[in-house]
T-cell receptor, first 109, second 116 residues
Framework: GQNIDQPTEMTATEGAIVQINCTYQ??????LFWYQQHAGEAPTFLSY??LDGLEEKGRFSSFLSRSKGYSYLLLKELQMKDSASYLC??????????WGAGTKLIIKP | ETGVTQTPRHLVMGMTNKKSLKCEQH?????MYWYKQSAKKPLELMFV???????ENNSVPSRFSPECPNSSHLFLHLHTLQPEDSALYLC???????????????FGPGTRLTVL
């Protein structure tokens, strides 16, 4: 079966750095997405990786290792507004998105 | 209106009721999706429409019936639902085709459905 694993919940301090991991086992691979979802709101696109390596976008970076079936989302200089759920999703060989259950990130002052 | 809109935002219904959820996208996309989101579970893809043709139906119970009259509108018709169908129902759209490297999905705010 296809599976995406990510931690259920993480806590970090304002101004710090946090890394959210995602491991996957899917039928084929055609890219990995990270989405952010604030409580009661729509998921919004954060990043996309299809080749190995690090993609940086301001305070957020996403890393992919296809050989290890592994990705992480790195958030720097955390702000209170970064409190949200972070969803990892992998596009499989049929170009369908397989979703993780999301990681709830709690930021403390 | 911009992006993807959904109505209603909240819906409470009995098991014998019939209701419909509506989604509209203003992004010029050619694919639309219905997802079910339950607490602490992965997003479950229910239906996919591409160019107004249903291309995916993930063994969803027949009490959920989708309709896509055009590329901008998507409906989910509900009848004789069960309490376990209570969840957040999200609509999304994307532009699928050559030259679209990400095909990222844009989501609406969802309809919070409670079945009594």
């Amino acid at each position: 079966g296809q599976n995406i694993d990510q931690p259920t919940e993480m806590t970090a301090t304002e101004g710090a750095i946090v890394q959210i991991n995602c491991t996957y086992q899917t039928s084929g691979f055609n890219g990995l997405f990270w989405y952010q979802q604030h409580a009661g709101e729509a998921p919004t696109f954060l990043s996309y990786n299809v080749l190995d390596g690090l993609e940086e976008k301001g305070r957020f970076s996403s890393f992919l290792s296809r050989s290890k079936g592994y990705s992480y989302l790195l958030l720097k200089e955390l702000q209170m507004k970064d409190s949200a759920s972070y969803l990892c999703a992998v596009r499989d060989s049929n170009y369908q998105l397989i979703w993780g259950a999301g990681t709830k990130l709690i930021i403390k002052p | 209106e911009t992006g993807v809109t959904q109505t209603p935002r909240h819906l409470v219904m009995g098991m014998t009721n019939k209701k419909s959820l509506k989604c509209e996208q203003h992004l010029g996309h050619n694919a639309m999706y219905w997802y079910k989101q339950s607490a602490k579970k992965p997003l479950e893809l229910m239906f996919v429409y591409s160019l107004e043709e249903r291309v995916e139906n993930n063994s969803v119970p027949s009490r959920f019936s989708p309709e896509c009259p055009n590329s901008s509108h998507l409906f989910l018709h509900l009848h004789t639902l069960q309490p376990e169908d209570s969840a957040l129902y999200l609509c999304a759209s994307s532009s699928n085709g050559a030259g679209e490297p990400y095909n990222e999905q844009f989501f609406g705010p969802g309809t919070r459905l409670t079945v009594l």
